[in-house]
């Protein structure tokens, strides 16, 4: 596929590294959920925010990088509904991995544990408070419940089109 049509290497890169910290995120998320509480679950937490604060890095690093690279025009002959449809999905999923972090983080900060990233302690700037945590932690759920839908949204339309033969859509993002 030729350069113009594809995404740049750099997008495709940061594309699936995203992939694989969501799907790591959303497993330690319901795995670390059911664990008692002891040090291994307090590591496993600590990997999830890690994790977590790194999607939102790499997601404020690819818009960054779209802006400054927009992406390979859909084909013209895509129905309208269809490109509206995955205009409407890219949007959401840089919306959603923004928000889902960031509302991970607001739960965090009112328990009395403190967030490191990567080992640095975060400053901590809110007391302990049940209600927030509560209310953070709801939104936080109800966060990865919009991030599963929209992502079964994305890979039904990759799906569809990558099992049509002479659609080119998916090489976008997979050159190989
Ligand atoms: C894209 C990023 C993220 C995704 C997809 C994600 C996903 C999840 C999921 C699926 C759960 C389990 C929810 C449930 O039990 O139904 C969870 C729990 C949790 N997440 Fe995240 N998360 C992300 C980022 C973060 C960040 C950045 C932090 C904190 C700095 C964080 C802190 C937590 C905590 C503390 C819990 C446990 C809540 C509890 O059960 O008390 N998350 N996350």
């Avoid at 790591?24 to 994790?51: C, N, Q, T, V």
């Avoid at 400053?123 to 079964?152: Q, R, Y």
Wanted: with cysteine.
């Amino acid at each position: 596929m030729s350069d113009a049509l594809a995404y740049t290497r750099t997008a495709i890169v940061l594309h699936w590294l995203t992939v694989l910290l969501v799907c790591a995120l959303f497993g330690l998320g319901w795995y670390m959920g059911d664990l008692p509480k002891g040090p291994w679950r307090g590591e496993m937490i600590a990997l999830h925010k890690s994790l977590g604060i790194t999607v939102f890095l790499l997601t404020l690093g690819r818009g960054y990088w779209r802006l400054r690279y927009p992406p390979p025009a859909l084909p013209a002959a895509l129905p309208v509904w269809q490109s509206r449809l995955a205009q409407g999905v890219q949007r959401l999923f840089y919306v959603l991995l923004l928000a889902q972090p960031l509302l991970g983080y607001l739960s965090s900060s009112f328990t009395p544990y403190k967030t490191r990233y990567l080992g640095l302690q975060l400053p901590v700037w809110a007391a302990p408070d049940p209600v927030f945590n509560e209310f953070f932690t709801e939104l936080h759920e109800a966060g990865a419940s919009a991030l599963l839908l929209v992502i079964a949204l994305h890979v039904a339309g990759a799906a569809s089109h990558g099992l049509r033969q002479g659609d080119n859509l998916v090489r976008r993002m997979w050159r190989w």
